[in-house]
């Protein structure tokens, strides 16, 4: 028989997967004041690894001290004793013969004053969510209009994190740039009203991502990966990814033109159609892009894994692969398997041990 797509080796410059399937970032605030996870939180990411994943993310990792926080007990990357935890995991994660890539992120309008040390909410303009912030039940501040010397100092604190990620010797970083978070925030005209540089335009509000990309793309050195998640969905408000087909289209190919290795599209269900199209996302993203694609979103079992890859390079799972340890090979193996809910995927914030 024919070895199946999902189960062959892909090159990335010079990685080679041991096969097409990867775990998702995801958040598990597991991390008190010295920012970094608790030890069964890494433990479980080498686990991954071990048990087949040919990718494993980490959770996404807050940029700057001011005002990226948006969740309590995040991980950072800038100190020398966080750069040391990460390490042993980096390196079990590789003796398993898989790759690790850091995910970063900046909260933007949907941070926690509280949490921050600034207390400040900035994002691209003066717009605050229309939910509440389902961990506090209270209105999200409406937050500052970032200035210029904020853009830069956001950018440097993506900067400063990549460092710790080299640093710490994942082979990739990647640059959250998806679900209503500060750089997505820019790319939408419901959330960017700005009138400088950094607005008005598809090339305008893609120019703070494109900032970033830049700089970062500075920090990491060519044998590692540099990827980017952008999304169709948001947290918080969902009109801040009121995109439709055709700027879609715009904005990947923008990404296209950049120095990125794999663009990662986050959905919450890979097989909905794409906007008004007939396609799917990552049909959609693949008519701009021949950039290794990631496609994630309700994938759990393998008919959808074999499905989602036919269309992508890699397909990530997030709450099947938290949930079921044994998730690659049960894939494998065809298990009969159903796909996880938002409730039961709610134990990665509680501080019992996942196997
Ligand atoms: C517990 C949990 C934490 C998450 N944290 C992140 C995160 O830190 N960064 C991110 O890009 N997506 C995050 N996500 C979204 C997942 O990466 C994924 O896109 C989403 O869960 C859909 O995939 P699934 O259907 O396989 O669960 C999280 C999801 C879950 C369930």
């Known amino acids: 028989m024919a070895e199946s797509k999902l189960f062959s080796s892909f090159k990335i410059k010079d990685f080679q997967l041991k096969n097409r399937i990867g775990v998702a970032p995801m958040t598990r605030v597991s991390s008190p004041g010295d920012s970094v996870p608790r030890k069964d939180v890494l433990d479980f990411l080498a686990r991954r690894a071990q048990n087949d994943a040919a990718i494993v993310y980490t959770e996404a990792i807050v940029t700057d001290y001011e005002s990226a926080q948006g969740y309590p007990r995040q991980s950072r990357l800038v100190t020398q004793r966080q750069i040391d935890a990460w390490r042993p995991v980096v390196k079990a994660i590789r003796e398993a013969g898989s790759l690790s890539i850091m995910q970063m992120f900046h909260c933007g309008r949907v941070a926690w004053p509280e949490i921050n040390p600034a207390g400040r909410i900035i994002a691209p303009s003066p717009v605050a969510p229309e939910q509440v912030n389902s961990q506090t039940g209270k209105p999200y501040p409406v ?3 970032m200035s210029a010397f904020d853009i830069e100092h956001v950018i440097n604190g993506f900067v400063a994190t990549a460092k710790g990620a080299v640093a710490a010797g994942f082979d990739g970083v990647e640059i959250h740039g998806a679900h209503g978070y500060l750089i997505n925030s820019f790319l939408s005209t419901y959330s960017n009203r700005r009138t400088d540089d950094y607005g008005g335009s598809l090339e305008n509000r893609f120019r703070f991502a494109r900032e970033i990309i830049e700089a970062v793309k500075a920090v ?6 540099l990827t980017f ?3 169709n969905w948001g947290v918080a408000d969902m009109q801040v990814s009121l995109f439709d087909a055709d700027e879609w289209r715009q904005l990947i190919g923008l990404l296209d033109r950049q120095p990125l290795d794999i663009i990662s599209v986050s959905t919450l269900n890979y097989k909905d159609p794409a906007f008004d199209t007939e396609k799917n996302m990552a049909q959609l993203t693949r008519e701009k892009t021949q950039k290794p694609l990631m496609i994630c979103g309700k994938i759990y079992d393998r008919h ?4 989602a890859v036919s269309d992508a390079d890699i397909i990530l799972s997030a709450k099947s692969l938290l949930l079921n340890p044994d998730w690659v090979r049960d894939i494998a193996n065809r298990e009969p398997l159903q796909p996880k809910t938002p409730e039961e995927a709610n134990v990665a914030y509680t501080s019992k041990p996942l196997p």
Do not use: K, M
């Open 229 to 231: 998640r952008i999304s």
């Open 220 to 225: 990491v050195p060519d044998d590692r990966l």
């Open 143 to 145: 937050p500052d209009e």
């Open 304 to 307: 959808t894994a074999d499905d």
